[in-house]
């Protein structure tokens, strides 16, 4: 079972490279590698170079920025029957990949798998939505982020597998692109299952190490993607509406309010302004968020 591994990258080196490392040092060697390399001044060009001959690279240069976009082109390039989006400052566990075709050939209906975001320990869960318990996932809990999410493209529904080039960094609606492609696959049916087993590493860069105005940013892709299915009538995301609209923000914020904590009352507020920026805006206006 062949996995394609399509990653996008701009402005990233030394990153670039620890993640390379990670690929050598893997237990399963049947993938490829596809990049989508956003830079114009060629810095990763001997990194990629002095790898050609240890694994399967495709090096594919684009004259255009935006994740998004980036790993949908990625996406035709695929040769694999898995396919995943590992960030350019991620690293994987020696064993990710084997345990991936594992989780796939011994779940015969699974069409996404999920693995644990983890901040360089092997313990302690970074970025993205996790647990510490396996399970089986629906809509209503979606799990992890977008680099840790694998695609067998035999069981999901390809209509429903691509990006939306509004979404993710570089582009109108900073961030959400995984959650939002996620959305829609499991609404068309597929089968998902997360596994905290499963150990790719990025470091913690939520909460209070975005920023205030980061967090402002990346909270405009949330609210636009709740959006985007509310303008579909899909009666499911009055779910998010009322949970990432209005109850958590606003028992986040009392918390803090309690808690005598100012760093993370701001952090959540612009956390619930950001994503009522994003909702507001969908649709209306072709200049980025």
């Given at each position: 079972m062949k996995i394609s591994l399509v990653l996008a990258t701009l402005g990233r080196d030394s990153e670039l490279l620890d993640f390379m490392n990670s690929l050598l040092l893997q237990t399963y060697k049947n993938f490829e590698l596809i990049v989508i390399d956003q830079n114009r001044d060629g810095k990763?060009?001997?990194i990629l170079?002095?790898?050609?001959?240890l694994m399967d690279i495709q090096h594919v240069k684009v004259a255009f920025t935006g994740n998004a976009r980036a790993r949908d082109y990625g996406i035709g390039f695929a040769r694999g029957r898995i396919v995943a989006?590992?960030?350019d400052d991620c690293a994987y566990d020696k064993d990710v990949l084997e345990k991936v075709v594992a989780e796939f050939s011994n779940?015969?209906?699974?069409a996404i798998l999920v693995a644990g975001s983890y901040d360089f320990s092997a313990t302690r869960f970074s970025i993205g939505v996790n647990s510490n318990k396996a399970c089986y996932f629906n809509r209503y809990r979606m799990m992890g982020v977008e680099f840790t999410q694998f695609f067998?493209?035999?069981?999901v529904d390809r209509r429903q597998f691509h990006l939306d080039h509004d979404f993710g960094i570089g582009s109108k609606y900073s961030g959400a692109e995984g959650f939002e492609m996620?959305?829609?696959l499991l609404r068309a049916g597929g089968t998902a299952f997360y596994t905290p087993e499963i150990k790719i590493f990025h470091a913690n860069k939520d909460q209070y190490q975005l920023g205030t105005s980061r967090m402002l940013l990346y909270s405009t892709g949330i609210g636009a993607y709740i959006r985007k299915f509310t303008n579909q009538h899909d009666i499911f995301i009055?779910?998010?509406i009322v949970r990432k609209m209005f109850v958590a923000p606003v028992l986040k914020m009392a918390l803090a309010l309690i808690m005598l904590n100012p760093q993370k009352l701001a952090y959540s507020f612009c956390n619930l302004v950001g994503i009522w920026r994003g909702f507001l805006a969908y649709g209306k206006s072709e200049k980025c968020i």
């Open positions: 990763i060009d001997n170079g002095s790898y050609q001959a989006f590992p960030d779940r015969n209906h699974l067998d493209l035999q069981r996620l959305y829609r009055l779910y998010y």
